[in-house]
């Protein structure tokens, strides 16, 4: 089992930049990558960036450019920086690890912005 807890959601304005945070626990060394996805109001849940075990990345069209995916393994923790943020990113961003042990999921973090 492995948990994960996101952190760093708010309101920002247009043009102005953000960031995440997600921290893993429990069986971490099983995870083969992390990921960020988010969900905007009526629309389904959409992939934004991964970061593979080996540190790889690879990012949406849409974000690519002006998010950045990273990780302190020695934290145990992924960050999404997010920069030139516009209105369509608002959404509740969700944490995603896929490990040995099975597809995990953090509660969340709103994301907001507007001016």
């Known amino acids: 089992q492995v948990q994960l807890v996101e952190s760093g959601g708010g309101l920002v304005q247009p043009g102005g930049s953000l960031g995440l945070s997600c921290a893993a626990s429990?069986?971490?060394?099983?995870?083969?990558?992390m990921d960020w996805y988010r969900q905007a109001p009526g629309k389904q849940r959409e992939w934004v960036a991964t970061?593979?075990?080996?540190?790889?990345?690879n990012y949406a069209n849409s974000v690519k450019g002006r998010f950045t995916i990273s990780r302190d393994t020695a934290k145990n923790t992924v960050y999404l920086q997010m920069n030139s943020l516009k209105p369509e990113d608002t959404a509740v961003y969700y944490c995603?690890?896929?490990?040995?042990?099975?597809?995990?999921w953090g509660q969340g973090t709103q994301v907001t912005v507007s001016s």
């Open positions: 429990g069986n971490i060394f099983s995870i083969y990558a």
């Open positions: 970061i593979t075990r080996g540190g790889s990345t």
């Open positions: 995603n690890c896929v490990a040995g042990s099975g597809n995990y």
